[in-house]
């Protein structure tokens, strides 16, 4: 049967039967998965924090009405940050209170991964959706970081199934709920509009094909409910576009489109976990209705195309890391599973890619790592060896500004910060907007030597450096912070005011994802920094 003919076939089927009741091992299967997946991550609960988390805490950590002005000059929705918020005021800013919040959104995903691939396909698929959700190394890693990936993940497989349903059995409870979920995912995380799009285009096509012009219009007016409900974050997000986007990133090529979403479904070991699970939907093809062949088909592409969007687009703007694809991650899965749990074959190949995932996860876990715990960031490891030396009124220079956060967050109270663009009042966020001109334009004797002119002879300078060369890519940004943390260093190598008194240095071995080390100095005399 061709993909024209399934549209047909799928309209003249009718109204869909009534489902059959589930079998009662199947919530105890979901639940021994669930289970699987809190064993599975339960070891990293207590990382220390990285840059971005620490961004998390610090903005979610202020009151309710000041969160949105301070994402204008971060680049993120708020949805995350009020339920985290919330969440904080409840449980406190520890790394296991906050990362207990991703836990329990990235357990989640298990029996909604569950429930979609029922709804999608039958029971078999469902299985199979939890048992890959329960051992997904993305939902691993970031079950431990306080960030909105696991409710991306969640959102938009709940997205993707209710606006498929609403196509086939147009209730409107479906309607109702696929509204709800991609106006949610809009307010989590901005590649939610490239699933958006997406969606509506594949539905449209399908439409086009059942040549139903009624079911084309409604897919208009889901598509402009959502957008009514955004409307009220579209002039920020606007505002945020253009300030401060991603001035990190750089544009990904060929390669990272084959490389990255492999990552985001398979981790580390990607480059086995994707070519089975392509070879097994070859393999189960000769099981497969072509109901479910068109249905998985369709719920695939959509994953698919919503990680090309994000591709294209980034080669416009920059934009472009693996975290992103959390937005394609529930519908690429979804969309294998449904083609592989017809057949045996399949379904052995999805058990098959669940064991070595699972006996990988917890050979990393076993591993004998004395910082595992700063597998991330050492800047906690930092921040406790140098807070003795410090005393109220005394000055950190943050080199690398996204540090800044992390740093107050770990650092005693009562400290004052500069960055290279100047003195920071507010360390629990970082500034974004238009970042990579002002630190080419600063100038550190202008920028960071007042503060420390200004400090009493006896006072204490922690200067924060990154470990290593940033931006091995070489884009405007890295060039200009890697040069901000040069100058400043010699500046301040050079101070005649300035003694150096300790070097602080943990947890490097192994090297974090995101190291920093520092310097302490004393001022030990009133002459100015740059004479």
């Known amino acids: 049967m061709t993909a024209q003919q399934a549209p047909q076939v799928l309209l003249a089927a009718g109204p869909a039967p009534a489902r059959r009741r589930l079998p009662f091992s199947d919530p105890l299967i979901v639940a021994a998965l669930t289970l699987l997946a809190l064993a599975l991550r339960l070891p990293n609960i207590g990382r220390a924090y990285w840059i971005d988390e620490a961004i998390s ?21 708020p949805l995350f940050y009020l339920v985290l918020h919330y969440w904080m005021a409840a449980f406190g800013t520890s790394e296991v209170a906050t990362h207990s919040l991703a836990l ?15 709804q999608l396909f039958d029971r078999r698929a469902g299985l199979a959706a939890a048992a890959l959700m329960a051992t997904s190394p993305f939902l691993g890693w970031y079950s431990g970081e306080t960030r909105m990936y696991p409710l ?40 939610g509009i490239y699933l958006a799009f997406v969606t509506a285009g ?70 086995l976990i994707v070519p089975l699970l392509v070879a097994g939907v070859f393999l189960a093809r000769p099981a497969r209705r072509a109901g479910d062949s068109y249905v998985s088909g369709l719920i695939g592409a959509i994953g698919l195309l919503t990680a090309l969007t994000g591709f294209l687009m980034a080669q416009i703007e920059p934009s472009w890391t693996v975290r992103y694809l959390a937005v394609a991650v529930g519908p690429l899965l979804l969309g294998a599973t449904g083609a592989l749990a017809p057949s045996r074959r399949g ?7 669940c064991t070595i995932l699972a006996a990988w996860s917890v050979t990393g876990s076993l591993l004998p790592n ?42 005693p109270r009562g400290l004052l910060y500069v960055t290279p663009t100047g003195p920071v009042a507010d360390p629990t966020s970082v500034d974004w907007r238009n970042i990579v001109p002002r630190l080419q334009a600063s100038i550190p004797c202008d920028a960071v030597a007042p503060t420390i002119d200004a ?30 943390v040069f100058a400043i260093d010699s500046m301040l190598a050079r101070d005649p005011a300035l003694t150096p008194i300790g070097l602080y240095n943990p947890a490097l071995t192994p090297k974090p994802f995101s190291p920093v080390d520092a310097v302490m100095f004393r001022k030990t005399s009133a002459l100015p920094s740059c004479a």
């Open 57 to 77: 805490v610090g903005i979610a950590s202020h009151r309710v009405s000041r969160i949105p002005s301070l994402l204008r000059h971060d680049g993120s929705p």
């Open 104 to 118: 329990l959104i990235s357990l989640l995903a298990v029996p909604v991964a569950y429930w979609a691939g029922t």
């Open 152 to 191: 991306v993940v969640v959102l938009s497989m709940v997205g993707v199934t209710l606006a498929w349903k609403a196509v086939t059995d147009r209730r409107p409870v479906d309607v109702a709920g696929a509204i709800l979920a991609f106006a949610a995912l809009l307010y989590t995380h901005n590649w």
């Open 202 to 271: 594949v539905l449209f096509v399908v439409a086009a094909a059942r040549r139903d012009r009624r079911l084309a219009a409604q897919i208009a007016a889901v598509g402009a409910a959502v957008v009514v409900l955004w409307l009220p974050w579209l002039p920020t997000f606007l505002y945020q576009a253009h300030n401060t986007a991603a001035p990190w990133a750089v544009r990904p090529n060929i390669g990272d489109f084959f490389a990255d979403p492999s990552s985001a479904l398979g981790g580390t070991l990607g480059f």
């Open 347 to 353: 379904r052995a190949v999805v058990a098959g890619c």
């Open 370 to 411: 004395a910082n595992s715990q700063y597998a991330k960031s050492n800047a906690r490891a930092v921040a406790r060896a140098a807070s003795p030396g410090l005393s109220a009124g005394d000055v950190v220079v943050v080199t690398q500004t996204e540090q800044l956060a992390a740093m107050a967050h770990y650092l």
């Open 455 to 484: 400090l009493p002879v006896g006072a204490t300078v922690l200067e924060v450096n990154p470990a290593r060369s940033l931006g091995a890519a070489g884009s405007a940004w890295s060039k200009a912070v890697n040069a901000q």
